[in-house]
């Protein structure tokens, strides 16, 4: 990948159309989305009392009394994405992955949601006061699922990106792009003897995304 990624910047220029401009904000919202859920859950985790990143998933910080923050990350990271899949899905369409790209990466932003609607299970001694072993709950349950449903999509989403990557010529990104998933869903297996493996696999999962978006949007400005 030796072409410069740049982050796309929202069209204000007076020629542009209401509509450009909208798609131009929608895309910049896609790109930031994971990496400003990802430094919101990191900055917690470290201020946190009793979190550990070895031991618990950043889900867990939405529990406790200043859990309402990482509630509120979720549902804010969930219309960042989602309005990133629409404005994606305007400058793809007509072409390669044009369709079911977007559409999963909106399966992917829903996924948040109800993440942020039913919590996961206090475990692990966090949050202070829960107990070592962790008792699935209905919400936990839930939880879960939204969990490998929308990272699932993710997956699948760049798979079919990688489409468009090589309809505009940039044959690196559509290698990475059926490469990473391979890397996410790794870091998921391992989830069982290491929770950091987990984390890091739903953060690669965030910041390519991010990265395609971006890459994606400057390579389609012209259309």
């Avoid at 009394?65 to 899905?89: D, E, H, I, K």
């Avoid at 305007?90 to 919590?119: E, K, Q, T």
């Avoid at 879960?144 to 990104?173: D, E, H, I, K, P």
């Amino acid at each position: 990948m030796t072409d410069m990624l740049t982050v796309p910047r929202p069209v204000d220029s007076p020629a542009a159309s209401p509509r450009a401009r909208a798609v131009g904000w929608a895309l910049a919202g896609g790109v930031v989305a994971g990496p400003s859920f990802l430094a919101v859950g990191v900055g917690q985790g470290v201020v946190r009392d009793g979190f550990a990143f070895g031991r618990h998933a950043i889900s867990q910080l939405a529990l406790g009394g200043p859990g309402w923050v990482q509630t509120v990350n979720f549902l804010v990271t969930g219309v960042l994405l989602t309005g990133g899949a629409w404005g994606l899905r305007r400058r793809l369409r007509g072409g390669p992955g044009g369709a079911w790209g977007p559409a999963l990466i909106g399966v992917f932003g829903v996924s948040f949601w109800v993440a942020a609607g039913f919590p996961a299970d206090a475990g692990a001694g966090f949050p202070a006061g829960a107990p070592d072993a962790t008792v699935m709950s209905g919400h936990g349950v839930v939880h879960m699922l939204a969990g490998t449903v929308g990272y699932g999509a993710l997956c699948a989403a760049s798979v079919v990106l990688g489409r468009s990557f090589a309809a505009s010529g940039l044959r690196a990104w559509a290698v990475a792009s059926r490469l990473v998933p391979v890397a996410v869903l790794a870091g998921f297996m391992a989830s069982a003897a290491s929770v950091l493996a987990f984390t890091a696999g739903a953060g690669l999962g965030l910041l390519w995304l991010a990265a395609a978006t971006a890459r994606l949007a400057v390579a389609t400005a012209r259309r």
